[in-house]
């Protein structure tokens, strides 16, 4: 495990965006997380970063309101059918008794960037990061890692070609590729590979602490999906998998590749095109292509256990 590293988290919380942020509590030094509209709309991911972070008992940690919808208009279609109306399964949310720290995601990115020695993880679509990089052209040189969840080397999830965090907005998600951050992708081909279902709901209900009973519930009915949808028993535990990369890359393989987001495609909207010729343009981006899941399931569950590992 390298020293906590320090990351802002950019996401839209979503099931598997709440693990992402037990995950980053645990193993990171969490400095912000600014909220999009993806899975739920943005008024619900950003309550729901707070739930995540109060139940945690990391009421310290700030989160940033950012973008409703995509750079080039209305949302078309969130992914409240994989994650419920709310976001969080259906499960009840504890009243809140924190709020966000600001509206402005755009400018808490760049801030909490500046020392140039902070990673940025998006799980979500990637519409606060190209206008992070809009209000300032430079922040890209600031920025050490960028670590996403959002494509695929391989299928889709919404289409056949797209995955839902690309496809939710891919002008943002093109401009973000083309930008010359360091990025690591973390797409579906990676983490169908870090799959959770009910032999760890019932580790966390064993375990008891809040943050788990309230993980498990909403790991129920994300699961369910999966089994209904897929026929599979676990669902694929995206998001944590971009911050697992940045304490325990280990655990993962990568390659080198030229990838390029299509952003006009009858059929392959949102697709990342990842150029494995021999010959392809010189690599872009970092694609993970292979995980340690059963390591990387005990660490997220860890996390999700004891999310500020206070108990030993
Ligand atoms: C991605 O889309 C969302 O539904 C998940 O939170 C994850 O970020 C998977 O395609
Ligand atoms: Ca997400």
Redo the contacts with the bound molecule.
């Keep these: 495990m390298t020293d906590r590293p320090r990351i802002v988290l950019d996401c839209?919380p979503?099931v598997?965006?709440t693990f992402a942020i037990f995950t980053a509590l645990r193993y990171c030094d969490l400095v912000a997380i600014t909220s999009v509209a993806?899975?739920v709309g943005l008024n619900h991911t950003t309550r729901n970063a707070l739930v995540a972070l109060q139940l945690a008992g990391a009421e310290h940690v700030p989160v940033h309101q950012g973008a409703a919808g995509p750079l080039n208009g209305e949302v078309i279609e969130d992914?409240s059918h994989?994650?419920g109306a709310a976001g969080l399964g259906g499960v009840t949310p504890p009243e809140l008794t924190i709020a966000p720290a600001s509206d402005d995601a755009v400018g808490a990115l760049l801030d909490a960037t500046a020392d140039g020695d902070t990673v940025v993880v998006a799980?979500?679509p990637l519409t606060n990061l190209a206008l992070a990089l809009e209000r300032d052209p430079t922040w890209v040189h600031r920025v050490p890692r960028l670590v996403i969840?959002g494509g695929s080397l391989d299928a889709g999830?919404v289409t056949a070609a797209a995955?839902?965090?690309i496809w939710a907005d891919p002008e943002a998600a093109a401009r973000v590729f083309q930008a010359g951050f360091d990025l690591t992708m973390a797409g579906?081909n990676l983490t169908h590979q870090v799959r959770m279902g009910p032999p760890e709901t019932v580790r966390l209900r064993d375990a008891g602490s809040p943050t788990a009973i309230f993980a498990a519930d909403a790991l129920d009915f994300y699961a369910d999906y999966s089994r209904r949808e897929y026929g599979i028993e676990k669902t694929a535990m995206?998001?944590p998998c971009a911050v697992l990369e940045v304490v325990r890359p280990d655990l993962f393989a990568r390659e080198p590749m030229h990838v390029v987001v299509e952003t006009q495609g009858t059929h392959t909207r949102g697709m990342t095109l990842c150029d494995r010729r021999l010959n392809a343009e010189s690599a872009n981006a970092s694609v993970m292509t292979a995980a340690d899941g059963e390591a990387a399931v005990d660490l997220i569950v860890a996390a999700t256990i004891d999310p500020l590992g206070v108990s030993g």
């Design positions: 839209d979503g598997d965006d993806g899975n992914a994989v994650h799980v979500g969840m999830n995955e839902f965090n579906l995206h998001d």
